[in-house]
Structures are given as C-alpha cells and as structure tokens.
C-alpha cells in the first residue's frame, strides 16, 4: 500500500499541492524518486537516509519507491526531503499516518537529522490554508 503525504511547490507566487506517495515493496535494497525531479531532489535519496540513520531511526531495508505527483510538474530543490522521510516512516509503520492527516510538510534535511529553511514559505501556507489542510509543518527558521 502506498501512503501520501502532501508538500507543495511554488512557481513564482503560485503554488501546487505535490503528493510524496511512499512505497515500500520486496526486493533488492534500493530507493528510487519519480516524477519529473531535478538533481536536488534526486539527490534527496542520500540526505534522507543520513537524516533517518542519524535521527535513531532504522531505515527500511526493501526496495523504496518514491513518486512526486502530479508528474507533469518540474519538482526542484531540497523542499521535499522533509515529507519524503516522513512517508517512508509512515510507509515503514515507525511513525502514525494519522499524525498527518490533512497536513503539509515543507523542509530541507541535514544529514544530522535536522530541517533546515527553506524559500517560499508564505506561498506555502497561503496555499495550505486556502487547500483545506489543518497543519504544516515547517522548519523552525520558517516557523514565524
């Protein structure tokens, strides 16, 4: 079963709501993202590894797939770390899915586990609020 989690992505001053659905299946350790990602959030794969292996968490050991939809939209930068981590959790049963139940998730991950800021956070939430989520979670810097 794959989970959602929601993210959002921000052209300008528009911004799309961008589902980070998390599979975790039998097979070859591995760890693929889909959806039309530029190199950053490719390179997400080894900052959300570090981050769960240094956060005490234990990382799934099967394959792991990852899909940013909707597919059609340019995915960029370090923004969905955060919720991809998070969906491998929930994936994995470490974390609750309802915890993030009409929740979106924005942020940057240190290899220490830690969120950094990340740009466009007043979209964001203008958009989260005018979506119907309940909560966002952001990174500290971006809290105020």
């Given amino acids: 079963m794959a989970v959602k989690i929601f993210s959002a992505l921000t052209y300008g001053f528009e911004c799309f709501t961008i589902e980070v659905e998390a599979q975790i299946v039998n097979g070859l350790p591995s760890m693929e ?4 990602g530029d190199t950053a959030v490719k390179e997400a794969r080894q900052r959300v590894y570090a981050a769960i292996k240094n956060s005490g968490a234990e990382f799934p050991k099967q394959r792991k797939i990852i899909n940013l939809a909707p597919a ?3 995915k960029y930068g370090a923004s969905f770390d955060f919720p991809i981590a998070v969906s491998l959790l929930v994936a994995s049963n470490t ?3 309802n915890l993030f139940e009409k929740s979106m998730l924005v ?3 240190a ?3 830690s969120v950094r800021k990340v740009q466009g956070i007043l979209p964001i939430t203008m958009h989260a609020q005018q979506e119907g989520f309940r909560k966002i979670f952001v990174p500290a810097e ?3």
Wanted: charged share 20%.
């Fill in 33 to 36: 993202i889909v959806g039309l």
């Fill in 72 to 74: 059609h939209l340019r």
């Fill in 95 to 97: 974390l609750p899915q």
């Fill in 107 to 109: 942020g940057e991950l």
């Fill in 111 to 113: 290899l220490d586990g």
């Fill in 142 to 144: 971006n809290a105020k």
